[in-house]
C-alpha cells in the first residue's frame, strides 16, 4: 500500500533498527542501507560502561515499574530512532525490539489520548508494540549506579489537549523516586551556528507554543534545569563522540552548547528552523523539540529529582532560498533519518557523563 509522506509518521516511528516498509518510496537513502550503515557504533567508554542488566523472567506487560524504586536515574528519550541509538550505545546486545513493553494502568490514557497521529492510537499492524502503550523500558547500570531507560509512548505534541505526558512522567517520579531524571534525543538546530550532531545540555528549557497549547497559561513558560557538573562537560571527549560523528558530513567533532542563551526550546508541532525563519524559533534558543519542557513542569512537584535536558541536532539549519516549506519539509526527514542515530550517539555520550559524573 502507497503511503503519503507524512513527516510526523518519519520522525517519531522511523526505526533503524528495522525500518517499517512503510516508508519505502520517498527516497530515503536510510531504507536501503546496510544495519552498520543506519545504527551507531560502541565507543570506547574510559570507565563506567553502560551494561545492560536485563530482569531474570521478563515481566508482563501490565506490571508496574515499582520494582525500580531506588534507581538513581531515570532516561527518557522519544522516537523509535532515538530509542534504537540509545540502545546501541547503553544495552548494544538489547536492542529496543527486546525491551520491555509498558501498559502498566493504561486503561487511565485511553481517554486522555485523543491525538489522530499519535503512535499511541496507531492501528497499522507495524505499530503493535506502541498501540496502547505507555512505552518501553530496559534497565541497565553505569559505574554505581542503577539507570531506567525509558522510551515514551506519549508525546506532548500528538496525544492531545489532555497532555497525558505530564500525568506518566508524575507518575515514573512517584513510583520509581530516581535522584537524576535526563529527558533526551533529537532535535532541531536554532541559528546558522548550530552544527550537525551538536549538542546542547540546556541550561533552560522553555514552551513556545504557538498552534494547539497557544492559549495555555504555560505557552510561553520556561523552566532551569539542575546545575550541571564541571566534571560532566570534560568527560564529552572527541575520543568518544568522534567514532559516530564519522558517519556526519564532513566528520566534524560535534560541540557541546551549555551556554546562557543555550535554551532547549519545545514547540506543540514538528517545527525546524530554515533559512527564513518561517517557524520564528530564531532568538529563541538553541534547539527546538517537542516534550522536554512538558516533562520539566512535571517535575517542579518534585524538587528533591535532578533534570537535565540533554538533544542533539539531528537538522540544522535547513536552507531555503525559494522558501517552500514542504521542499524543506522533506530534506529535514531524509537528513533524521539518514544522520539522526548517529547524532543522537552525542546526547548518548552526553547522558552518560552527566550520570557518571554525578554517581561514579
Known amino acids: 500500500m502507497a ?12 526505526d533503524p533498527e528495522k525500518p517499517s516498509q512503510r516508508f519505502a518510496g520517498f527516497g530515503l537513502s536510510a531504507m ?56 546501541a550505545l547503553f544495552t548494544p546486545n538489547h536492542l529496543p525490539s527486546m525491551w520491555y513493553e509498558y501498559r502498566h494502568g493504561v486503561a487511565d490514557y485511553i481517554p486522555l489520548v485523543t491525538g489522530s497521529k499519535a503512535p499511541f492510537n496507531d492501528k497499522q499492524a507495524d505499530m503493535a508494540r506502541y498501540y496502547h502503550s505507555l512505552g518501553l523500558y530496559f534497565p ?62 540546556g541550561p533552560v528549557v522553555k514552551f513556545d507554543c504557538t498552534t494547539q497549547f497557544k492559549s495555555e497559561s504555560w505557552a510561553k513558560a520556561s523552566y532551569k534545569a539542575s546545575a550541571l557538573p564541571a566534571k560532566a562537560l570534560k568527560e564529552i571527549t572527541p575520543t568518544l563522540l568522534d567514532i559516530n560523528a564519522a558517519k556526519l558530513p564532513n566528520s566534524p567533532t560535534p560541540k557541546v552548547w551549555h551556554g546562557s542563551t543555550d535554551v532547549v526550546v519545545t514547540t506543540d508541532f514538528f517545527g525546524f528552523d530554515d533559512s527564513t525563519d518561517h517557524y520564528k524559533l530564531q532568538g529563541l534558543g538553541r534547539v527546538c523539540e517537542m516534550g522536554d519542557a512538558m516533562v520539566a513542569q512535571a517535575l517542579q512537584s518534585f524538587p528533591n529529582i535532578k ?6 541536532a539531528s537538522d540544522p539549519q535547513i536552507p531555503n532560498p525559494t522558501g517552500n516549506i514542504e521542499t524543506a519539509n522533506k530534506q529535514a526527514g531524509e537528513i533524521y533519518t539518514k544522520y539522526g542515530p548517529f547524532t543522537t550517539a ?3 555520550i552526553a547522558t552518560w557523563a552527566v550520570i557518571d559524573a554525578i554517581f561514579n
Open 3 to 14: 503511503h503519503k509522506f507524512d513527516i510526523d509518521d518519519l520522525i517519531l516511528n522511523y
Open 32 to 87: 536501503t542501507a546496510s544495519f552498520s550503515e543506519r545504527v551507531p557504533r560502541p565507543v570506547p567508554w574510559p570507565h563506567s560502561p553502560p551494561t545492560a542488566t536485563p530482569l531474570s523472567k521478563p515481566p508482563a506487560e501490565t506490571d508496574s515499574l515499582a520494582r525500580f524504586a531506588g534507581y538513581d536515574a531515570v532516561v527518557m528519550t522519544w522516537t523509535a530512532a532515538e530509542a534504537a541509538a540509545l540502545a
Open 140 to 201: 541497565c547500570t553505569i559505574g554505581a549506579a542503577k539507570v531506567l531507560l525509558i522510551k515514551s509512548g506519549l508525546h506532548l505534541a500528538y496525544d492531545g489537549p489532555a497532555t497525558p505526558l505530564k500525568k506518566l512522567v508524575a507518575e515514573l517520579a512517584e513510583t520509581i523516586k530516581p535522584k537524576v531524571m535526563i529527558t533526551t534525543g533529537t532535535a532541531g538546530g536554532i541559528g546558522a551556528t548550530t552544527a550537525l550532531g551538536d549538542i546542547a545540555i
Open 307 to 312: 533534570w537535565y535536558a540533554i538533544r542533539n
Open 346 to 348: 552525542g546526547s548518548a
